[in-house]
C-alpha cells in the first residue's frame, strides 16, 4: 500500500498542529488564498507520495544545500518526506549496487509517474568523462532516467543555464538540461543556488495541483521569476531618487544607498530575493550591503565584472563595454568629420577661386 | 511654385531657380519632432546608465532618476508614436515619403550612383549630381544607421520599458516576452540597447555634417529644405 504525505508525516513524529502550519505557510508562499489552505491540507492527506528521483551531474551541491536548509521548520523533515525522494547519492544512506538498484526499481515500478529533479548538468566533450557516475558518464544516466519520468526539475543555475562551469571557455562542455533532454517537461529552478523556499514551493505547488506551474517563456515558474529584484528591492526609492553609494565605504554606502552605481545586478536579474529572501527570510544580498550578482540568469558569469554597471559585450571577438566602444567610435568619426570638412573647405575655395563668378 | 522671397532672390542673383516640393509637412514636422526625441533619449539614456552624482536628502525628497527615467520613456513613446505616423505616411504621402524605407537594391544604376557618390565625399569626383530626394549613398546610410538603428531602439526599449511596466502589460507581451529570451537575458539587452545608442550618435554627427556639407558644397539646398520642403536647385545644368 502506498503510504499518502501526511500518513508519512505523522509517522515521523509531526503533529498535526505543525502539518496545517506547514499547508497555510506553503499556501502563502505561493501566493495563494486562505481558501487554498483546506485544499493543499486535503491533497496531502488524500494523494499518494510522488517518488523523486534526484540526480547529480556536474555541480557543487549548492541547491541541496539550499533546499536542506528551508526555512519553515518543517519544510526539511516535511519536504524530504512527502516527497518520497527515494535517490540522491549526497544524502541518502544506501550506496553503492544497492543505490543504482533503487533508481531501476523506482524506474519499473512508477514508470511515467515519478519526477527527475536534476541538479547539476552532463559535460558532453570527452564523451561525458568529466562527470562519472556509478562508473558511468552523467549523461548515459540523466537519459537514461529522463526516459520515463514525469516532468523533470532543473535545479539551479547548473541544470537551467550551464552556470559557472559552462562559463568561457567551458573545457568540458557543460551543456543545461533542457538542451540534452527535449522530450519532456522541464521547470528551470535557477539561480546560484536557488531560494531553499522556492525549491520547496514548486515542489509542494507540483505536488497539490497535479500539474506542473505556470512557466514563462524561459521555462521558470512565473511565481517565483515573473519579476525583477529591482522590482521589490526596499532600496528602490533610493534608486528613483537618484541616491547611490559610490563605493563601498562612503556615506551612500552606509546610508544604504541603491548599489545600481556598483554593478547590482537586481535590475536585470528574476528572482524572489527581495520577497521571500533567504535562511528563512533574514536577509538578502542587498539587504547586506552587496549587489546582486544575477546568479539566476543565463551566461552571468560571462558579462564582465560583477561591479560593473555598463556590462562588457563578449561578441564578436571584443571584449570591451559598450561606452568604450562607443566613445571610441564617435572619436575616430568626429575626427573624420573634421579632417574631411578641413579638405571640402579647401576644395570649395580652390573651386570659386578657379572659375570667378561661377559659383557667386 | 517659388515664394515670393525665392524669386526676388533668384531674380537678384541673375541666376534661374528651379524648385521642387519634396518634404510635405508631416515629413517634416515628424523630422524635427523625431529629432528632439532622439536628443532627449540620447541624453537621458546615457543617465540612466551612468546615473548622475548622489543627490543628497531624504529619498522621499528626491525624484532625479525617476524623472530622468520618465523623460526617456515618454521620448520612446514620441519617437514610437513618430515612426509608426512616419510609415502612415510613407503610404499615402508623396514618393520622396517612401524613399526612407525601400532600398532598391536590385537596381544597377543606383548601386553605380552609390559608388559615384562615395568617390564625390573622397573627393575623386569634381562636381557632384543634382537630387530631388536623398542621394544613393544618403539613402543607403539613412536606411542602415537611422532606420535599421531606430527600429532597432524601439524593440528593445520597449522590450526594457515592459519588464518594469510587468508581465500583462502591452509593453511586455508584444516585446519583453520575445526580446529577452532572444538575447539571453535582460543584462543583455541592456547592453546592445546601450550600443544603439551610440550608433545613433554617429548618425546624428555624419547626418549633421553630411547635411550642411551638401548644402554649402552641392547643387541643391538641404537644411532649408526640411524647414520648408522646397528643394532648390542652385543652377541650371543637368
Given amino acids: ?360 | 511654385m517659388l515664394s515670393a522671397q525665392d524669386m526676388q532672390e533668384a531674380a537678384a542673383h541673375g541666376r534661374h531657380v528651379r524648385a521642387v516640393y519634396v518634404y510635405e509637412a508631416p515629413v517634416r514636422l515628424w523630422h524635427w519632432v523625431n529629432a528632439l526625441a532622439i536628443t532627449v533619449l540620447a541624453f537621458t539614456g546615457y543617465f540612466i546608465a551612468s546615473p548622475l552624482p548622489s543627490q543628497p536628502g531624504e529619498a522621499s525628497e528626491n525624484f532625479l532618476m525617476g524623472y530622468i527615467r520618465f523623460a526617456h520613456f515618454s521620448a520612446g513613446y514620441v519617437l514610437l508614436i513618430g515612426f509608426l505616423g512616419r510609415i502612415y505616411w510613407a503610404v499615402v504621402g508623396n514618393n520622396h515619403a517612401r524613399q526612407l524605407f525601400i532600398l532598391p537594391l536590385f537596381n544597377r544604376t543606383w548601386w553605380k550612383e552609390v559608388l559615384f557618390e562615395l568617390r564625390w565625399y573622397l573627393f575623386l569626383e569634381p562636381d557632384p549630381k543634382k537630387y530631388v530626394g536623398h542621394n544613393p549613398l544618403a539613402q543607403l546610410s539613412m536606411f542602415v544607421l537611422f532606420l535599421s538603428a531606430s527600429v532597432f531602439m524601439i524593440v528593445t526599449g520597449f522590450a526594457l520599458y515592459g519588464e518594469g511596466a510587468q508581465a500583462g502589460s502591452w509593453a511586455h507581451t508584444l516585446f519583453t516576452s520575445w526580446v529577452i529570451p532572444l538575447f539571453g537575458q535582460s543584462q543583455d539587452v541592456h547592453t546592445w540597447h546601450h550600443v544603439g545608442l551610440w550608433v545613433i550618435v554617429l548618425f546624428v554627427m555624419l547626418h549633421i555634417y553630411a547635411a550642411i556639407r551638401e548644402d554649402i558644397m552641392s547643387r541643391q539646398s538641404m537644411v532649408s529644405t526640411m524647414l520648408s520642403g522646397w528643394r532648390l536647385f542652385k543652377d541650371d545644368k543637368p
Fill in chain 1, 1 to 360: 500500500m502506498v503510504e499518502t504525505f501526511y500518513e508519512v508525516m505523522r509517522r515521523q513524529g509531526i503533529t498535526r498542529r505543525s502539518f496545517l502550519k506547514f499547508c497555510s505557510l506553503t499556501a502563502a508562499s505561493l501566493g495563494l488564498g486562505p481558501s487554498f489552505v483546506p485544499k493543499i491540507a486535503h491533497a496531502m492527506e488524500t494523494k499518494p507520495r510522488t517518488p523523486v528521483l534526484w540526480l547529480h551531474g556536474l555541480e557543487c551541491t549548492c541547491c541541496s544545500e539550499s533546499f536542506i536548509r528551508s526555512g519553515h521548520p518543517l519544510a526539511k523533515d516535511a519536504v524530504l518526506s512527502m516527497i518520497s525522494l527515494d535517490y540522491d547519492d549526497t544524502i541518502m544512506t544506501a550506496a553503492g549496487h544497492q543505490a543504482e538498484a533503487i533508481l531501476e526499481e523506482v524506474m519499473t515500478k512508477y514508470k511515467g509517474n515519478y519526477i527527475l529533479a536534476v541538479e547539476g548538468n552532463p559535460p558532453l566533450n570527452q564523451e561525458g568523462m568529466s562527470c562519472i557516475i556509478g562508473g558511468k558518464p552523467f549523461l548515459d544516466q540523466l537519459k537514461h532516467v529522463a526516459k520515463d519520468c514525469k516532468a523533470i526539475i532543473s535545479w539551479g543555475s547548473c541544470a537551467s543555464w550551464g552556470c559557472v562551469q559552462a562559463a568561457k571557455p567551458n573545457p568540458t562542455q557543460a551543456t543545461p538540461v533542457h538542451k540534452v533532454i527535449t522530450d519532456k517537461p522541464i521547470i528551470k529552478v535557477p539561480g546560484c543556488p536557488p531560494i531553499a523556499e522556492v525549491m520547496t514551493g514548486v515542489i509542494t505547488y507540483m505536488l497539490t495541483f497535479d500539474r506542473i506551474p505556470e512557466l514563462d517563456r524561459q521555462g521558470r515558474p512565473k511565481m517565483f521569476y515573473g519579476q525583477r529584484i529591482h522590482d521589490k528591492c526596499y532600496r528602490r526609492p533610493h534608486f528613483d531618487a537618484g541616491q547611490f553609494a559610490e563605493a563601498w565605504d562612503d556615506e551612500g554606502s552606509r546610508k544604504g544607498y541603491c548599489l545600481y552605481k556598483m554593478g547590482c545586478k537586481g535590475p536585470t536579474t528574476y528572482n524572489a530575493c527581495s520577497t521571500v529572501r533567504w535562511n528563512g527570510g533574514v536577509s538578502f544580498p542587498i539587504q547586506s550591503g552587496h549587489g546582486c550578482i544575477g546568479c539566476s540568469e543565463d551566461g552571468f558569469w560571462d558579462k564582465g565584472g560583477f561591479y560593473d554597471r555598463v556590462t562588457d559585450i563578449n561578441a564578436f571577438g571584443v571584449e570591451s563595454n559598450a561606452d568604450k566602444i562607443g566613445m571610441g567610435t564617435a572619436g575616430v568619426v568626429g575626427a573624420a568629420v573634421v579632417a574631411h570638412a578641413a579638405v571640402s573647405a579647401i576644395k570649395q575655395t580652390r573651386q570659386s577661386r578657379n572659375k570667378p563668378g561661377q559659383d557667386e
